[in-house]
Structure formats: C-alpha cells, structure tokens
C-alpha cells in the first residue's frame, strides 16, 4: 500500500515550458487536491476533486489545470510555466469530503523550479 | 472567514526537554483542527487530530494537543523532544466545506 505517490520528485523548467505533474493514489478513495507550498504560507489549495469526473479551484488556480483522469489519478498541468510557480507541490486525497472531519493524506511533494 | 496563526516560525529545544508549539485559530463554524509534520524532503504526515470528541488528544510519536474553545486554541505538546523531532509543523483547520487552512508553519531545531 504506497499510499498517494507523485512523479516527479523534481524537475526544472524554462520560463514558458509546459509540463504535467502526476499523482495516484491506492487507497480508494474519492478525492483528491493539489496544493503549493512556498515559505512562510503553510499550503495553498490549487484545485481539488471531490469525486471521479469533477474538478474545482481552490485558492489559487491561475496558470494551472487539473484532470481527474480516474479514481486513482489527478494531474496538474502548467501549460506556460512562469518563475512564480517555483515551488513544492503536493497531492493529497480523502475518503470523501461529505464531513469536515476527514484526514486528508499527503504524497512527497515535488519540487519545481522555474527559471 | 477562517484563519490559523502559528506564533512561532522557529522553536529551538534540548533533547530531553519538553516542546511547545502554539497554535491559535479563527472560525465562524464548530472547527476540525490537525497537526502535520513535515520533515526534510519529505511530505506531510498526520500527528494528530481534533474532531469534536475529547479535548485532549493524543497521537504519534509521543505528541498531544489541547483544544481550548475558549482561548481559540490548539497548541502541539510533547514532555521529551528526541533528535528526529527536527521537522516543521504545521496547524490545520477543517470548518464547514472543503477546505483546509494552513498554518505558517513552525520549524523545530532540537538541540543535543
């Protein structure tokens, strides 16, 4: 059970570039976010999916594009990377998100830097 | 509108002596509230988690944290820091809806 895996772990990019980030899951479960991580701001939700087939922002979603491409899966495209996408990113899932009380479980993170 | 405020960036114990990292939050609705770990290069893990049962509550590696409605509050303790207690913690809030606010985020030196 590897829990929520990401690829890559890191990776450098060209102001303009295009790149995807992968995250899978095998815990079942319903859904899954991506957040950002830059120093000093905790973590920013980018764009969540509740359920297989729907995606929503979150906090900040500009220059950013999710698919749900199943119930395991959920990519994060930058289709124009900038230098103020360097970051960390991080997917997590949930069991669902019906209550406010359930966990949400985090993968390793990748590292972005945006040159 | 909710809110988390870690009131210390950086905290710098001795191995052996008690850890303290405070965390105070804002929420119109009746909150979940989490502590993460993060250490280097690695990704978030739950230590522990308030969901409205008992006030106390206790998780791993020896950590517990005290909601206290009146004082807005949430604070992280553990008696004995332990060298691989080094990592940065992070206080979460659930509220009503999705999503979770974060904390800045308290970075633990421990010291021998």
């Known amino acids: 059970n590897a829990g929520v895996t990401q690829t890559p772990k890191f990776q450098v990019l060209k102001t303009g570039q295009s790149m995807t980030l992968q995250c899978a899951q095998d815990m079942n479960h319903n859904s899954m976010y991506w957040y950002r991580q830059d120093p000093g701001m905790g973590l920013r939700l980018i764009y969540y999916?509740?359920?297989?087939?729907?995606?929503d922002k979150g906090e900040v979603p500009n220059g950013y594009n999710v698919s749900r491409l199943n119930k395991r899966e959920f990519s994060l495209r930058l289709e124009s990377a900038a230098p103020s996408q360097t970051s960390v990113y991080f997917c997590?899932?949930?069991?669902?998100?019906?209550?406010?009380?359930?966990?949400?479980?985090f993968g390793p993170g990748t590292r972005l830097l945006v040159l | 509108a909710q809110s988390v405020t870690q009131l210390d960036s950086h905290v710098s114990v001795s191995e052996g002596t008690p850890v303290l990292l405070r965390c105070n939050y804002s929420s119109s609705y009746s909150p979940s509230l989490f502590w993460y770990v993060q250490h280097p290069n690695k990704g978030l893990q739950l230590l522990l988690k308030y969901t409205s049962a008992a006030t106390l509550v206790k998780g791993i590696n020896g950590f517990e944290a005290e909601f206290k409605k009146s004082e807005t509050s949430f604070h992280l303790t553990k008696p004995s820091a332990h060298m691989s207690d080094a990592a940065e913690y992070f206080c979460v809030l659930k509220a009503a809806g999705n999503k979770l606010t974060f904390g800045g985020g308290t970075r633990v030196l421990v010291k021998p």
């Open positions: 999916s509740a359920s297989e087939g729907t995606t």
């Open positions: 997590a899932s949930s069991e669902a998100r019906l209550t406010y009380q359930e966990t949400q479980y």
